[in-house]
């Protein structure tokens, strides 16, 4: 079976340092992985996904960028962080084509102080 | 813009009755759509989904009814549990996208609260 890993699960990190979050799927191959972020008490707001080895979208113009060095991982990287940047952040995979829920991993809390 | 939106943003039901959350979407482009229930500090996981030449989906408690001409979906859970309690969340995405055709765009979330 499929599996997402995510890591770590908490991260406390001060202004202007950088950022590098891990996400890993097990059990496919050439899936779709997606970053989503989720601030406080809003909804999840898509922030890169890649339909293949280094090939990265954006969704939004930001202080993020994503790495897909291999198959099945993907990186999540900041040079300096921002005090906004704070935020749940969730990594997902589909198996691709279409009408395919997206899975999710069990998310970053990552705290900008 | 926010294209899809759930405009009650929490719930609170008696264990054992109905709970009815609700998503309205602005694009109509819009043709496969998903329900997510999350828990704190954990990822989303996947309900249900629903594809626009359909209007009912049932999968044991939940069932999904899609009406495309009021751009208006809903989730029903029957009956309710305790354990149903967490955050709910629609999505809805658009073969047009091509390859990334399960981006997923999702609403801000209903807080469901079943009481014992």
């Known amino acids: 079976s499929q599996t997402i890993h995510q890591w770590p699960a908490t991260l406390v990190q001060p202004v202007g340092s950088p950022l590098s979050l891990e996400c890993t799927v097990e059990?496919?191959?050439?899936?779709?992985l997606y970053w989503y972020r989720q601030a406080a008490g809003r909804g999840l707001q898509l922030l890169f996904y890649s339909v293949g080895i280094g090939q990265i979208s954006s969704e939004v113009p930001q202080n993020l960028s994503a790495s897909r060095p291999q198959d099945r991982q993907f990186i999540l990287s900041s040079k300096k962080l921002l005090l906004s940047d704070s935020g749940f952040y969730l990594c997902?995979?589909?198996?691709?084509?279409?009408?395919?829920?997206?899975?999710f991993g069990n998310g970053t809390r990552l705290t900008v102080t | 813009d926010q294209q899809v939106k759930q405009n009650s943003p929490s719930l609170s039901v008696q264990e054992g009755r109905i709970s009815i959350l609700n998503c309205d979407y602005t694009?109509?482009?819009?043709?496969?759509f998903l329900w997510y229930k999350k828990y704190p500090a954990e990822g989303p996981t996947f309900l249900i989904s629903i594809s626009s030449i359909k209007d009912k989906n049932e999968d044991g408690r939940f069932t999904v009814f899609l009406n495309k001409s009021a751009k208006h979906l809903s989730l029903h859970i029957v009956p309710s549990q305790p354990g149903d309690s967490a955050v709910y969340f629609c999505?809805?995405?658009?073969?047009?996208?091509?390859?990334?055709?399960?981006?997923?765009?999702f609403g801000g979330g209903t807080r469901v609260l079943v009481k014992p």
């Open positions: 997902a995979w589909s198996p691709g084509g279409y009408n395919s829920p997206l899975h």
């Open positions: 999505a809805a995405s658009a073969k047009a996208l091509g390859a990334a055709g399960n981006k997923l765009t």
């Open positions: 694009n109509s482009m819009f043709d496969y």
């Open positions: 059990g496919t191959s050439n899936p779709n």
